[in-house]
Nanobody, 121 residues
Framework: QVQLVESGGGLVQPGGSLRLSCAAS????????MGWYRQAPGKQRKLVAI???????NYADSVKGRFTISRDNAKNTVFLQIDSLKPEDTAVYYC???????????????WGQGTQVTVSS
């Protein structure tokens, strides 16, 4: 079994910063991509940022220039540096990993439990 555990959420004032972390543990052969999604109340879960194992990254237009995704492949960990936070960034942030548990098994997608980010003065 694979587990993704997020940390780093919280309450922050507009213009502030947060750093989210997500560590994958368990039976992992290789991780292809790790990313962050967010879901605001009453809205669908949407992609925020994604990073492949080869170092390519992609961001939602709404966060470009403010959010930075990075990975520590040796530790199966992905980070999301969030700067210049806005009230509309308030959401539950979920970590996602696309991986293979063992050689020969199909790729599977895993989710973390989510971490709340609230931007308010």
């Amino acid at each position: 079994q694979v587990q993704l555990v997020e940390s780093g959420g919280g309450l922050v004032q507009p213009g502030g910063s947060l750093r989210l972390s997500c560590a994958a543990s368990g039976s992992i052969f290789t991780i292809y991509a790790m990313g962050w999604y967010r879901q605001a109340p009453g809205k669908q879960r949407k992609l925020v940022a994604i990073a492949t194992g080869g170092g390519r990254t992609n961001y939602a237009d709404s966060v470009k220039g403010r959010f930075t995704i990075s990975r520590d492949n040796a530790k199966n960990t992905v980070f999301l540096q969030i700067d210049s936070l806005k009230p509309e960034d308030t959401a539950v942030y979920y970590c996602n990993a696309d991986l293979i548990e063992k050689l020969g098994l199909p790729r599977r997608n895993y989710w973390g439990q989510g971490t709340q980010v609230t931007v308010s003065s």
